[in-house]
């Protein structure tokens, strides 16, 4: 058995499933099937003896997110790599390589998106690990899907002549972009196109040599950044150069370009969860083709997706509608414009609109928040902190704070006091005072805090102290 080092690719930002998918919680920590996140998922997939420990890339403002998300699976050995911007697949997959082969210079590796769906895992295992026994020297094997369909949403991979006995392995004729409808149904007539997945496998000389020849710079920048990573309590940081990479896929950068590039079918459900058409085929329909999730009502009503959250949704007497009611956001859209959700996320980001960067409820190390009211000059949040677990000392310049506490106890830390509060006991933090609160018992702690100042942002905080290197 051929040992495989998987590495994660997490940094996506999952614009086609807005309003659910933002920027501080894209869809890959999202709990879309069941009541993991399709990142979990990804992860339980490699948690069997032929893989390595995994290597997860990501977003700086998600790692704790995802170490959380790791811990709860059980996962001690991982390690997360943190990337100073976003650059695409291309210099992710350059940097993950330069780092294993410090310690493992022949290394097989598999590189997976973090955010796809594929229902047999045990299949999946399978097929992996039989592209690891018959991958060719010098050679990187995509994997295509079998299309079920012509699908407008995909790149496709066009097969040639197959180099093993059995077929498995074909080479690469070439990459196609994401065609129109009537160009799909063609590829799909045609046999030999299969979707692209997005997952790559490989050894390090491999890599290593189709990055020299067809994108050094990526590779260089990559290399530097892995010299000059620090540890960061449990993350690796990329130094500053991965930022000097090019932001293209690993398919503009390379795989359109080796002629080393071999394709393996897998005839297994997948999807890579890439808009609200391809979420809802994963979802369960009712007698009038309707997929929901939530408190929701069809009535004469066929063929739509509808996704609510903390309300009643009511669809009647339409079809074919995509309905997304969130907190603070409500999508509506026709199926046949579910791959441009991405363009409405566009015109929002033009307008500077928080929508498409945070949801009401925000993740943070020691537990949660969400904005309950917000005005100009006043910010009302519920907080949630775990047990043992303490904010960061800190203080705020153009605001000052109320606290309540709703259930649990608190301490509190204000200039030199120290309090306990109780349930439905309040304290006052004025403007420029430092302060702090933890949660010293065994049960979540819940307060209310109320800001009021000229400046209420997430920017307005000199932190003094943290127990999560945010100092």
């Given at each position: 058995m051929?040992?495989i080092?998987p590495i994660?690719?997490a940094?996506g930002a999952?614009?086609?499933?807005?309003?659910l998918s933002?920027?501080?919680?894209?869809k890959?920590?999202l709990p879309?099937?069941d009541?993991?996140?399709?990142?979990?998922?990804?992860l339980?997939?490699?948690?069997?003896?032929?893989?390595?420990?995994?290597?997860?890339?990501?977003?700086?403002?998600?790692r704790?997110?995802?170490?959380?998300?790791l811990?709860?699976l059980?996962v001690?050995?991982?390690t997360?790599?943190?990337?100073p911007e976003?650059?695409?697949t291309?210099?992710s997959?350059a940097?993950?390589t330069?780092?294993?082969?410090?310690?493992?210079p022949?290394?097989t590796i598999?590189a997976?998106p973090?955010?796809h769906?594929?229902?047999d895992?045990t299949?999946w295992r399978?097929?992996m690990?039989s592209a690891?026994?018959a991958?060719?020297?010098g050679h990187?094997?995509?994997?295509g899907?079998a299309?079920?369909y012509?699908?407008?949403g995909?790149?496709y991979i066009?097969?040639?002549?197959a180099?093993?006995?059995?077929g498995a392995l074909?080479?690469?004729q070439?990459?196609?972009?994401?065609?129109?409808s009537?160009t799909?149904?063609q590829?799909v007539?045609?046999?030999?196109y299969w979707w692209?997945?997005g997952?790559?496998?490989?050894?390090?000389?491999?890599?290593r040599?189709?990055f020299?020849?067809?994108?050094?710079e990526i590779w260089n920048?990559a290399?530097r950044?892995?010299?000059?990573?620090t540890a960061?309590l449990?993350?690796?940081r990329?130094g500053a150069?991965f930022c000097?990479?090019?932001?293209?896929?690993i398919?503009?950068?390379?795989?359109?370009?080796?002629?080393?590039a071999l394709?393996?079918?897998l005839?297994l459900e997948?999807?890579?969860?890439g808009?609200?058409d391809?979420l809802?085929?994963t979802?369960?329909h009712d007698a009038?083709?309707?997929?929901?999730?939530?408190?929701v009502?069809?009535?004469?009503?066929?063929?739509?997706?509808?996704?609510?959250?903390d309300?009643?949704t009511?669809?009647?007497?339409v079809e074919?509608?995509?309905v997304?009611s969130?907190?603070d956001?409500?999508?509506?859209?026709h199926?046949?414009?579910a791959q441009?959700v991405g363009?409405?996320v566009?015109?929002?980001?033009a307008?500077?609109r928080s929508e498409?960067?945070?949801h009401?409820?925000e993740?943070?190390?020691?537990g949660h928040?969400e904005?309950v009211?917000a005005?100009?000059h006043?910010l009302?949040?519920?907080?949630h902190i775990?047990?043992?677990?303490?904010?960061s000392?800190?203080r705020?310049?153009?605001?000052a704070?109320h606290w309540v506490?709703?259930?649990?106890?608190a301490?509190?830390?204000c200039?030199d006091?120290?309090?306990?509060?109780?349930?439905?006991?309040?304290?006052y933090v004025?403007?420029?005072?430092s302060h702090r609160i933890e949660?010293a018992?065994d049960?979540?702690l819940?307060?209310?805090?109320?800001?009021?100042?000229?400046?209420?942002?997430?920017a307005?905080i000199?932190r003094?102290?943290?127990?999560?290197?945010?100092a």
């Amino acid at each position: 058995m051929r040992m495989i080092h998987p590495i994660i690719l997490a940094g996506g930002a999952g614009t086609r499933l807005w309003p659910l998918s933002r920027a501080h919680y894209p869809k890959q920590l999202l709990p879309l099937i069941d009541k993991q996140s399709l990142l979990q998922h990804s992860l339980q997939r490699v948690m069997t003896p032929e893989f390595a420990a995994p290597l997860v890339l990501c977003r700086n403002e998600h790692r704790f997110t995802i170490a959380e998300q790791l811990r709860e699976l059980g996962v001690e050995q991982a390690t997360i790599m943190l990337e100073p911007e976003g650059r695409n697949t291309a210099a992710s997959i350059a940097a993950a390589t330069a780092y294993i082969a410090q310690h493992s210079p022949d290394a097989t590796i598999l590189a997976l998106p973090a955010d796809h769906y594929i229902e047999d895992a045990t299949r999946w295992r399978q097929a992996m690990q039989s592209a690891a026994q018959a991958l060719p020297q010098g050679h990187i094997v995509t994997f295509g899907i079998a299309p079920a369909y012509s699908e407008t949403g995909y790149g496709y991979i066009q097969a040639g002549s197959a180099i093993s006995p059995d077929g498995a392995l074909q080479n690469v004729q070439a990459f196609h972009e994401k065609p129109d409808s009537a160009t799909a149904q063609q590829y799909v007539q045609a046999g030999n196109y299969w979707w692209n997945s997005g997952m790559f496998l490989f050894d390090v000389p491999a890599m290593r040599e189709a990055f020299h020849h067809h994108a050094p710079e990526i590779w260089n920048a990559a290399t530097r950044s892995v010299e000059t990573a620090t540890a960061d309590l449990d993350f690796i940081r990329l130094g500053a150069a991965f930022c000097d990479a090019a932001n293209i896929s690993i398919d503009y950068a390379v795989m359109e370009h080796t002629d080393k590039a071999l394709v393996m079918p897998l005839l297994l459900e997948w999807s890579d969860i890439g808009s609200w058409d391809a979420l809802a085929a994963t979802m369960p329909h009712d007698a009038s083709g309707n997929a929901h999730h939530g408190d929701v009502l069809t009535l004469d009503a066929h063929n739509n997706v509808v996704h609510s959250e903390d309300m009643l949704t009511v669809l009647q007497g339409v079809e074919n509608m995509i309905v997304v009611s969130t907190k603070d956001a409500v999508l509506v859209t026709h199926k046949h414009a579910a791959q441009q959700v991405g363009h409405v996320v566009a015109q929002l980001k033009a307008q500077h609109r928080s929508e498409i960067e945070m949801h009401r409820t925000e993740f943070r190390p020691w537990g949660h928040y969400e904005r309950v009211f917000a005005s100009e000059h006043a910010l009302v949040k519920k907080l949630h902190i775990n047990p043992r677990a303490k904010l960061s000392l800190q203080r705020h310049r153009h605001r000052a704070e109320h606290w309540v506490v709703i259930e649990g106890q608190a301490v509190v830390h204000c200039e030199d006091e120290v309090q306990i509060l109780q349930a439905n006991q309040s304290m006052y933090v004025p403007q420029g005072a430092s302060h702090r609160i933890e949660n010293a018992g065994d049960t979540p702690l819940i307060i209310i805090e109320v800001q009021s100042g000229s400046h209420l942002s997430e920017a307005d905080i000199e932190r003094l102290e943290d127990d999560f290197g945010r100092a």
